[in-house]
């Protein structure tokens, strides 16, 4: 059974850079079967997809979010990571990682990780 | 982007009854070539992320109870629950994955 969990600062101050990390465990990050994506959720903006990332490296991003994302993956460790520069209070959100059903930006997500809160705030 | 909208934002239904939840896109998620409708449902109980029930608009993720059922075709589409149990008190969204960005409707709470 698949487990995802995201881990990183719960604080970021404005202007610098949120760094998070997935942990996958019992499968792999390698699978050609699968894209694995991140998913904010804020009480203003709801539901809202950050990007995913392939094993191979390939990313897809939000336009709305494009210019200030990064994502990548270390299939060594069975984790991928997201990095989202320049925040601000409209960052302040709970993060989750989650896996596409399918290896493509068009599946569903069909594993979550519980979510990590992070709050940008000097 | 695809604007998804939901409605009711949030409804109250009696054990045993039944509650239907409606998602209506800003353009059609039906892909002509498969004939599928790339629509998903979700529920998310509080403390918890959100779980998927329903994709291809109809198709039920293993081990959703079959009281959830999605219907619809194009850019209008539902969600029944049948019969409420009180373990499905929860948000429930919908989700086209039609086109990128994916995005999701604004949520529907649902309360006995």
């Known amino acids: 059974h698949l487990q995802m969990q995201e881990s990183g600062p719960g604080l970021v101050k404005p202007s610098e850079t949120l760094s998070l990390t997935c942990t996958v465990s019992?499968?792999?990050?390698?699978?050609?079967?699968?894209?694995w994506g991140w998913v904010r959720q804020s009480p203003g903006k709801g539901l809202e997809w950050i990007g995913n990332?392939?094993?191979?490296?390939?990313?897809f991003r939000n336009p709305s979010l494009k210019s200030r994302v990064t994502i990548s993956v270390d299939t060594s460790k069975n984790q991928f990571y997201l990095r989202l520069s320049a925040v601000t209070a409209a960052d302040t959100a709970m993060y989750y990682c989650?896996?596409?059903?399918?290896?493509?930006?068009?599946?569903?997500?069909?594993?979550w990780g519980q979510g990590t809160l992070v709050t940008v705030s000097s | 982007d695809i604007v998804m909208t939901q409605s009711p934002d949030s409804l109250a239904v009696s054990l045993g009854e039944r509650a239907t939840i409606n998602c209506k896109s800003s353009?059609?998620?039906?892909?002509?070539?498969?004939?599928?409708?790339?629509l998903a449902w979700y529920q998310q109980k509080p403390g918890q992320p959100p779980k998927l029930l329903i994709y291809?608009?109809?198709t039920r993720e293993s081990g959703v109870p079959d009281r959830f059922s999605g219907s619809g075709s194009g850019a209008d589409f539902t969600l029944t629950i049948s019969s409420l149990q009180a373990e499905d008190v929860a948000v429930y969204y919908c989700?086209?994955?039609?086109?990128?960005?994916?995005?999701f409707g604004g949520g529907t709470k649902v309360e006995i």
């Open positions: 989650a896996r596409h059903k399918e290896a493509a930006t068009g599946s569903p997500f069909d594993y």
């Open positions: 019992d499968g792999s990050i390698s699978s050609s079967h699968h894209h």
């Open positions: 990332i392939y094993y191979g490296g390939r990313t």
């Open positions: 353009q059609s998620v039906l892909y002509s070539s498969n004939s599928q409708n790339y």
């Open positions: 291809w608009a109809s």
């Open positions: 989700q086209q994955y039609y086109s990128t960005p994916p995005t």
